[in-house]
């Protein structure tokens, strides 16, 4: 496809996958026809060669639908969302924002006002009562949590879209992303970044997640590879609409603890479990993504050793700056 022809909305462009999907994809479509929306002002937001900066509430309707029908947006990447730790807090905020808006951009999608649909689930989907290691694609989902449960409804209203009105909706269900460019976003899997600027700035760290609770996880450089391998497959490759299972790696704090322990020796870790443990208990251990694997060539190129060493690596550039 020409870059010329796509023109993309990013919503929740300040977000962790956000900042660096606005600039992967400035790189590829070129940055004036790139739009990131967010909640902050203007001033706050992403480089200016990541594409055109928009401050705008997502559960505005007619304001979106006026900004795509402007603009000719073709593509939305719609990222905006709620996190598992911050949705406990106000489920019915966590409804307005994670599943209102989806439903908006999938009739959007419905009515020809743009082409094509990136939408983000999570491992939250999955709850109690599977198994617990290598869930596979299809299994029964019985989310415990209010994001899960958000998660699960869009998931739903993707694939309803999709076999009814054929609508070209995409989605994956990320582990707990890693990234050093942006903030932890209030999310259980967030231990896994914390742990890294305070690692930095104090030497020490206090997990709110138990030594031994593993996690499935994915370093944003796969994440955001991924996505754009996903959203490049030919449609007719994709056996999966409601969400493909992306599994990244496995492992607990005191494992990644321990790999940080290899590149800063005098690191030191300690546990305060908080009500994130029992959101961490609900969810699997590891996944398996072969589905994704087969349809549309899923890889990843890292694994926690070479993740970590990157991870420090590039945050004391970031913190030395600040």
């Known amino acids: 496809m020409e870059s010329h022809t796509e023109r993309i909305l990013i919503t929740g462009a300040l977000g962790q996958i956000g900042t660096e999907l606005c600039i992967r994809l400035a790189a590829i479509y070129g940055r004036e026809n790139i739009f990131g929306l967010g909640l902050e002002d203007e001033s706050k937001a992403v480089d200016s060669a990541a594409g055109t900066y928009v401050k705008m509430d997502v559960t505005d309707s007619a304001s979106i639908e ?9 593509t939305v990447y719609h990222l905006a969302s709620l996190l598992s730790g911050t949705s406990e807090k106000n489920p019915p905020l966590a409804w ?41 694609q299809e299994v029964p989902l019985n989310p415990s949590t209010v994001y899960g449960i958000s998660k699960l409804a869009g998931e739903k209203w993707c694939e309803y879209y999709h076999n009814k009105y ?14 050093w460019k942006a903030p932890a976003g209030g999310g259980t899997t967030d231990y896994a970044v914390e742990i890294f600027y305070k690692a930095i700035e104090d030497g020490k760290y206090t997990s709110f997640i138990k030594e031994d609770t593993a996690m499935p996880m994915l370093y944003m450089d796969d994440a955001i590879n991924a ?18 299972n992306l599994g990244g790696m496995s492992f607990t704090p005191a494992e990644l603890a321990a790999e940080i322990k290899n590149e800063m020796p005098t690191f030191e870790i300690s546990y305060e479990p908080d009500f994130r443990q029992a959101i961490a208990d609900s969810w699997p251990a590891s996944i398996d993504d072969a589905v994704a694997k087969k349809d549309w060539g899923l890889k990843y190129d890292f694994d926690i050793a070479s993740m970590t060493k990157d991870m420090l690596e590039n ?3 970031k913190l030395a700056k600040a």
């Open 315 to 317: 945050l004391k550039k």
């Open 66 to 74: 006026k900004f795509v029908t402007e603009n000719k947006i073709t």
């Open 166 to 179: 054929g609508v070209d909706v995409r989605s994956i269900r990320y582990p707990g992303l890693i990234s």
């Open 227 to 244: 996505t754009l391998q996903l959203m490049d497959a030919p449609a007719e490759q994709l056996s999966v609409r409601t969400s493909y």
């Open 96 to 136: 307005r924002i994670n599943v209102d808006p989806l439903i908006h951009f999938l009739e959007m999608a419905k009515d020809k006002k743009i082409n094509k649909l990136f939408w983000p689930s999570s491992i939250a989907v999955f709850g109690r009562e599977i198994p617990k290691t290598d869930v596979g």
